[in-house]
């Protein structure tokens, strides 16, 4: 279970409030993504940046932002403008952009009461 | 964008049938198409893939072909044990290089 690493598992805020889930990679891989999984439907891609201080909009970005300063890192930030932000919230690398195996992490579920 | 759809939505066979996915995608650039299985509260994590230059691949009871006219691709898995019981999402890279997933397919496998 190495590689890729995300904290925390299991994350609770209020309604309002804006929450980084984190995600760590040691894979020395150029790509990282976040995906959000919904019952029913499938992993959607959030965000995803293929190289340091670059990334790139997903399908379903409103309400998200994120950063990639390192690396090794690519955190996501879920803020209160994200309508239901409820989820199970998956992150992944790869070495490149050009069609290889995604590494995903384990996942953080985020409930917002 | 791409668009990947994806049948059945839940399959249920006997344990030593064969279960068959089946994906159709949009984008006549995509040339990676991998399967991924997620067990219950699990990552999802890779068990085969075949590129656009490949017409079938196997690896033991799995096996996938691609239809590259038709745009479709398939997971074929043969002698099914119950440990094949989970969600497999099939998925393809455009020419976007974003990983399109379908909605996955809940495999059961009976005793």
């Known amino acids: 279970d190495g590689g890729i690493t995300q904290s925390p598992k299991y994350l609770f805020r209020k309604e309002g409030q804006n929450v980084t889930l984190s995600c760590e990679q040691n894979?020395?891989?150029?790509?990282m993504y976040w995906y959000r999984q919904d019952p029913g439907q499938g992993l959607r891609l959030i965000y995803y940046s293929q190289i340091v201080n670059d990334f790139q909009k997903g399908d379903i970005a409103e309400g998200y932002s994120v950063s990639r300063e390192k690396k090794e890192s690519f955190p996501l930030t879920v803020t209160s403008a994200q309508k239901n932000p409820t989820a199970f919230y998956l992150c992944a690398s790869s070495m490149g952009r050009g069609g290889g195996e995604q590494y995903f992490g384990p996942g953080t579920r985020l409930t917002v009461t | 964008g791409e668009n990947v759809e994806q049948h059945p939505s839940t399959l249920s066979v006997q344990e030593g049938d064969s279960a068959v996915i089946k994906c159709t995608y949009s984008d006549s650039a995509s040339n990676y198409f991998p399967w991924y299985k997620q067990e219950l509260g699990k990552r999802p994590q890779l068990i085969i893939d075949i590129r656009s230059n490949v017409g079938e691949k196997k690896d033991q009871r799995i096996a996938v072909t691609l239809n590259k006219t038709a745009k479709h691709f398939s997971l074929h898995i043969t002698e099914t044990q119950p440990e094949d019981s989970a969600v497999y999402f099939c998925a393809a890279i455009g020419s976007n290089y974003k990983l399109t997933f379908g909605k996955g397919t809940l495999l059961t496998v009976n005793p």
């Open positions: 894979l020395n891989h150029d790509a």
